[in-house]
């Protein structure tokens, strides 16, 4: 059966940057199960696997624009170190969760502190990143 809009699919993958350092991978664990088209994956990974068949392996690189997208520059934001609870660690690398203003849950990592300023982002941690994927395909329902 090949995938198609509404197929559920079993995959494996792994994950490199653009020097070749591993991200991420599946092969020695579960894999992901998804349902084509609805985008509960990464679209160009979508894309790329439309049409294809239990047993397909292949690889492909992933512009940040079919990937987690460019780095939004209106997703850096500041904020004083007063506005944070007692019980947050402000620490670079650490992340911190807040409501936007419709009540959805939003992440962002710190990325700098100064004296006066914690600088936070709320982009993906790989958007703006050249992906490389290695798939392989194990179940079409």
Request: aromatic share 8%; proline share 6%; charged share 30%.
């Amino acid at each position: 059966m090949k995938i198609k809009k509404g197929s559920r699919v079993s995959f494996h993958y792994e994950l490199r940057d653009e020097e070749g350092n591993l991200i991420d991978s599946t092969f020695d664990s579960d894999p992901v199960i998804y349902i084509q088209g609805e985008g509960e994956i990464i679209p160009g990974l979508e894309e790329f696997m439309e049409g294809e068949e239990p047993g397909f392996e292949a690889k492909l690189t992933l512009p940040p624009e079919k990937a987690y997208g460019p780095v939004n520059d209106d997703l850096i934001v500041y904020a004083g170190p007063d506005n944070f609870d007692d019980n947050v660690e402000i620490e670079v690398g650490s992340t911190v969760e807040t409501e936007d203003p419709d009540g959805n849950t939003v992440t962002f990592r710190i990325i700098e502190i100064d004296e006066d300023k914690v600088f936070l982002d709320g982009n993906h941690p790989l958007a703006g990143q050249t992906l490389n994927y290695k798939v392989e395909v194990l179940e079409v329902h």
